[in-house]
């Protein structure tokens, strides 16, 4: 199983490399580039095509190995048409700059896709606790977390290096748990996506060469909601792990979402107070901020391997750590861009 789910990989990693790289080159037919906007943290014009290097290495790596080790699951076709959704959707935005409420109404088509494919949690778990979930409250809910998901992951597509190093450390945490659970497939299409992601994050670390765009960041945003779906109904781990998994960027862009409420910000325009985004703009710059997040990813991987075998009691304590480590977290980010802040206005 081993060699095979590595020999994929390997395949999802070089093409995303080949297409990434003519992608960022003049010339190309993708070298469609980013001018600096109001919510950018970058200064100079960059390709923002990235995202289909990944997308597309994706779909062949993973179609392929659908059919290689489980090719009787027909809710895996649907994810694959969700997925093209979105990145269709995202291509032309990137492109045509589409209105926001087209937008919205292509990610909950997709969710819906999602949904008829058989992606709808009967469940939510706590550490130590299971409510059953009705199906009028899951048919709501449902849609909402996958939506959340995909915009959420784009919103935090902000700095050189995160969204790919979140989707290797998120998505190589769901592989492992795939491999402990002995789900070949899981595991296999988890380790394409990390694959293709380390492909295109070899030119995105900082300083990047090329971003994923909405293409890439709404994409994975939408995998990320599937497979802690999929995840939790196959049984490999609880739902609520699959939010530790990639708890960095939902616990970052959630905060911000309330604070802006509770401040009374228009939260549909664009901004830079992102906490990630806040400790560059301190001075921080991106390789050191993002190595920063690195470590957190790292930790949240690790303690989601932990829990998803751990007791009731081990899984509530990790769930409260992680709640005071954001809280202590946010609370120096925001001590630290304060005191830029107050640097700049004495100079």
Same mark, same amino acid.
């Given at each position: 199983?081993?060699?095979?789910?590595?020999?994929?990989?390997?395949?999802?990693?070089?093409?995303?490399?080949?297409?990434?790289?003519?992608?960022?080159?003049?010339?190309?037919?993708?070298?469609i580039?980013?001018?600096?906007?109001?919510?950018?943290?970058?200064?100079?014009?960059?390709?923002?095509?990235?995202? %289909?290097?990944?997308?597309?290495?994706?779909?062949? =790596?993973?179609?392929?190995?659908?059919?290689?080790?489980?090719?009787?699951?027909?809710?895996?076709?649907?994810?694959?048409?969700?997925? *093209?959704?979105?990145?269709?959707?995202?291509?032309?935005d990137?492109?045509?700059?589409?209105?926001?409420?087209?937008? $919205? @109404?292509?990610?909950? $088509?997709?969710?819906?896709?999602?949904?008829?494919? &058989?992606?709808?949690?009967?469940a939510?778990?706590l550490?130590? /606790? =299971?409510?059953?979930?009705?199906?009028?409250?899951?048919?709501?809910?449902?849609?909402?977390? $996958?939506?959340? /998901?995909?915009?959420?992951?784009?919103? /935090?597509?902000?700095?050189?290096g995160?969204?790919?190093?979140?989707?290797?450390?998120?998505?190589?945490?769901?592989? %492992?748990?795939? @491999?402990?659970?002995?789900?070949?497939?899981f595991?296999?299409?988890?380790? !394409?996506?990390?694959?293709?992601?380390?492909?295109?994050?070899?030119?995105?670390?900082?300083?990047?060469? !090329?971003? /994923? &765009?909405?293409?890439?960041?709404?994409?994975?945003? *939408?995998?990320?909601?599937?497979?802690?779906?999929?995840?939790a109904?196959?049984? !490999?781990?609880?739902?609520?792990?699959?939010?530790?998994?990639?708890?960095?960027? %939902?616990?970052?862009?959630?905060?911000?979402? *309330?604070?802006?409420?509770?401040?009374?910000?228009?939260?549909?325009?664009?901004?830079?107070?992102?906490?990630?985004?806040?400790?560059?703009?301190?001075?921080?710059?991106?390789?050191?901020?993002?190595? %920063?997040?690195?470590? !957190?990813?790292?930790?949240? &991987? $690790?303690?989601?391997?932990?829990?998803?075998?751990?007791?009731?009691?081990?899984?509530?304590?990790? *769930?409260?750590?992680?709640?005071?480590?954001?809280?202590?977290?946010?609370?120096?980010?925001?001590?630290?861009?304060?005191?830029?802040?107050?640097?700049?206005?004495? =100079?």
């Amino acid at each position: 199983m081993y060699l095979e789910i590595l020999f994929f990989a390997f395949a999802a990693c070089g093409l995303s490399v080949w297409l990434t790289w003519r992608f960022s080159r003049i010339g190309s037919r993708f070298y469609i580039l980013d001018h600096p906007k109001e919510r950018s943290l970058h200064t100079r014009p960059t390709p923002r095509t990235g995202g %289909i290097a990944i997308v597309t290495a994706c779909l062949v =790596a993973g179609s392929t190995a659908v059919f290689y080790f489980d090719y009787t699951r027909p809710q895996i076709a649907w994810l694959a048409v969700a997925a *093209l959704v979105v990145a269709g959707t995202s291509f032309l935005d990137d492109r045509l700059q589409l209105p926001p409420a087209i937008r $919205i @109404v292509s990610h909950f $088509i997709a969710a819906g896709v999602l949904m008829y494919g &058989g992606f709808v949690p009967d469940a939510v778990t706590l550490p130590g /606790m =299971a409510w059953t979930l009705p199906a009028t409250l899951a048919v709501v809910v449902t849609p909402l977390y $996958i939506v959340w /998901m995909i915009n959420l992951y784009n919103f /935090m597509d902000g700095m050189d290096g995160f969204a790919g190093g979140m989707a290797m450390f998120g998505f190589g945490t769901f592989a %492992i748990l795939g @491999v402990f659970a002995g789900h070949e497939l899981f595991a296999a299409l988890n380790f !394409i996506v990390v694959a293709a992601a380390a492909g295109f994050l070899l030119f995105n670390f900082p300083p990047a060469r !090329i971003f /994923m &765009g909405d293409t890439g960041s709404s994409t994975l945003g *939408l995998l990320a909601a599937a497979f802690s779906l999929w995840g939790a109904e196959e049984g !490999i781990f609880d739902f609520w792990v699959g939010i530790l998994v990639f708890s960095p960027f %939902i616990v970052d862009a959630t905060v911000t979402l *309330l604070r802006r409420l509770w401040q009374r910000e228009k939260v549909w325009k664009a901004h830079k107070t992102h906490y990630y985004q806040r400790l560059v703009q301190a001075g921080w710059g991106h390789r050191k901020s993002v190595l %920063i997040e690195y470590v !957190i990813m790292l930790g949240s &991987g $690790i303690t989601a391997l932990w829990a998803a075998h751990a007791t009731a009691a081990a899984q509530a304590a990790i *769930l409260a750590i992680w709640v005071l480590a954001y809280f202590f977290f946010f609370l120096w980010v925001s001590r630290v861009a304060g005191r830029r802040c107050s640097g700049s206005t004495a =100079a």
